[in-house]
């Protein structure tokens, strides 16, 4: 780049050119047309590292709906059974609250991670990503070869070539996307079930094989087709770091300092000497976005911190016998100030709240009660007065979360000398992760019940005397003045 065209520094230590290329998205031309990304098949160390997370969480995603823990699935989330299990544990509507809770400490974890590491989720664990650039991007390089393959393909006629290598493709990736919701099916009814759907098949459960027929239709549209414009038009995550990084965030930045000015490599050339930077404006860290994006201009939406450009950038600097790292994991001070990473106290901190908060949400899956007991008087109902003893009838509802059967009494705990009566015995059979509803009787002496109505407090223990819950109801007796 010759000095007329040098960029100018932003505040923020970023490269603005003299296209306004913030005013438009990567992957469309100036009439709002969409513009295909071909990246070049990206190599080297980061790519690598990527491989191995992306397989480890690809063998995790289809593997969790056949793991069971006690009989239960591991994870399921069934919103039309109002079932749903985490980590083996069942949760009920009731339990909603922890899960409402869980859900802030997560987006407040999310603003934390952000805040420090940026969109590293995004490059690395994100679904979309795994999926577009591990599975469907890597079948597309297996049959029509690399970037500039496929754009040959792309521009040329409609031949016998053409036909088969893109049928071929679209075919896989239909199968695919058949594949990924069955597994995503298999999260929300279990895997037993959706094994039953198949085997009735379509006619027996015509608007279950509608349902799965619209999300594969969904998913293939997203992958064939939608790809990256998910993560620069539909991801609301790219807008949401533009708010929390700041200049200690880490990020994938070019160094601006050290590459410009760009200029093309000329063997044997003292660079510095003749007022270049170490960019030898390749554009191979173009040529391998995702994203079709220019990380030379600085931050951007569009930029998903897969790391590709880093490689590409690597692997030219070694070739050409300059330092490594001209395109890095580094924040804008690192960049401005030539410093080397250090973890910051303030990254020290946020590091030690997303522990905390990880705990925390522990806690609130696991510190949730074994049962949870009510007893409610039938409507209508009043007392009766037998014996000198006042009996109130209640409908009790048990819901035993664990995972085992489980033997409760129950016996009132305010005011003292009542006595509970339970039809079929004093004892109650509790089956697992079920709900059972029954009646009891309460009664108290006649001389001990003063007014109409009154507060009683009503236990359930097991058989090893620890109280499992309470619930504070009424007790009716007869009206009596007060002088």
């Known amino acids: 780049m010759s000095n007329s065209n040098?960029?100018?520094?932003?505040?923020?230590?970023?490269?603005?050119?003299?296209?306004?290329?913030?005013?438009?998205?990567?992957?469309?031309?100036?009439?709002?047309?969409?513009?295909?990304?071909?990246?070049?098949?990206?190599?080297?160390?980061?790519?690598?590292?990527?491989?191995?997370?992306?397989?480890i969480l690809l063998i995790i995603l289809f593997a969790i709906p056949?793991?069971?823990?006690?009989?239960?699935?591991?994870?399921?989330?069934?919103?039309?059974?109002?079932?749903?299990?985490?980590?083996?544990?069942?949760?009920?509507?009731?339990?909603?609250?922890?899960?409402?809770?869980?859900?802030?400490?997560?987006?407040?974890?999310?603003?934390?991670?952000?805040?420090?590491?940026?969109?590293?989720?995004?490059?690395?664990i994100c679904p979309q990503t795994i999926f577009l650039e591990m599975i469907f991007r890597k079948i597309e390089y297996a049959i029509e070869g690399d970037r500039n393959k496929q754009i040959r393909l792309d521009q040329q006629p409609w031949n016998s070539e053409k036909i088969w290598k893109r049928g071929l493709k679209w075919s896989i990736f239909l199968l695919i996307s058949l594949i990924i919701t069955h597994f995503m099916f298999m999260y929300i009814v279990g895997y037993e079930e959706v094994f039953r759907i198949m085997?009735?098949?379509?006619?027996?459960r015509p608007t279950n094989f509608l349902v799965m027929i619209m999300f594969t239709a969904a998913f293939y549209f997203v992958f064939a087709w939608f790809r990256e414009q998910v993560c620069t038009l539909v991801c609301p995550y790219g807008r949401l770091q533009g708010v929390l990084i700041d200049k200690e965030t880490i990020n994938v930045f070019y160094d601006y300092q050290r590459g410009e000015n760009r200029s093309k490599w000329r063997k044997g050339e003292d660079r510095s000497?003749?007022?270049?930077?170490?960019?030898?404006?390749?554009?191979?860290?173009?040529?391998?976005?995702?994203?079709?994006?220019?990380?030379?201009?600085?931050?951007?939406?569009?930029?998903?911190?897969?790391?590709?450009?880093?490689?590409?950038?690597?692997?030219?600097?070694?070739?050409?016998?300059?330092?490594?790292?001209?395109?890095?994991?580094?924040s804008i001070n690192q960049i401005e100030k030539k410093e080397s990473f250090k973890f910051t106290n303030r990254m020290k901190a946020s590091t030690v709240i997303l522990a905390l908060l990880m705990v925390f949400l522990g806690f609130l899956l696991n510190n949730r009660g074994t049962m949870e007991a009510k007893f409610l008087k039938p409507p209508g109902s009043t007392f009766f007065v037998r014996d000198g003893q006042i009996t109130n009838t209640y409908n009790y509802t048990f819901l035993n979360k664990s995972n085992k059967t489980m033997t409760v009494t129950i016996k009132v705990l305010e005011p003292k000398n009542g006595a509970v009566s339970i039809s079929g015995g004093n004892?109650?059979?509790?089956?697992?992760?079920?709900?059972?509803?029954?009646?009891?009787?309460?009664?108290?002496?006649?001389?001990?019940?003063?007014?109409?109505?009154?507060?009683?407090?009503?236990?359930?223990?097991?058989?090893n005397g620890e109280l499992l819950d309470s619930f504070q109801t009424y007790f009716e007796g007869p009206f009596k003045f007060q002088f």
């Open 66 to 124: 056949f793991i069971k823990i006690n009989g239960n699935p591991f994870l399921m989330i069934n919103i039309i059974d109002r079932q749903f299990f985490i980590i083996g544990q069942p949760f009920y509507p009731q339990d909603f609250f922890i899960l409402a809770l869980g859900a802030i400490a997560s987006l407040v974890f999310i603003i934390l991670f952000t805040v420090v590491f940026g969109r590293i989720f995004c490059g690395w």
């Open 427 to 463: 004892k109650i059979v509790l089956k697992r992760d079920a709900m059972q509803k029954g009646t009891i009787n309460v009664s108290f002496p006649e001389k001990q019940i003063t007014h109409s109505k009154e507060n009683v407090t009503i236990g359930v223990y097991d058989m």
């Open 199 to 204: 085997k009735e098949g379509p006619f027996a």
């Open 273 to 330: 000497a003749a007022g270049k930077g170490d960019c030898i404006d390749c554009h191979q860290c173009v040529v391998v976005c995702p994203t079709g994006i220019d990380i030379r201009n600085g931050q951007q939406l569009e930029c998903i911190n897969c790391t590709a450009c880093i490689d590409a950038c690597d692997e030219v600097m070694e070739k050409v016998g300059l330092p490594k790292g001209l395109i890095r994991y580094a």
């Open 6 to 55: 040098k960029p100018d520094i932003g505040g923020q230590g970023q490269i603005i050119e003299a296209e306004t290329f913030r005013d438009s998205v990567g992957t469309m031309d100036n009439t709002g047309k969409r513009k295909w990304v071909f990246p070049r098949k990206p190599k080297g160390k980061y790519t690598n590292y990527r491989n191995i997370v992306s397989v």
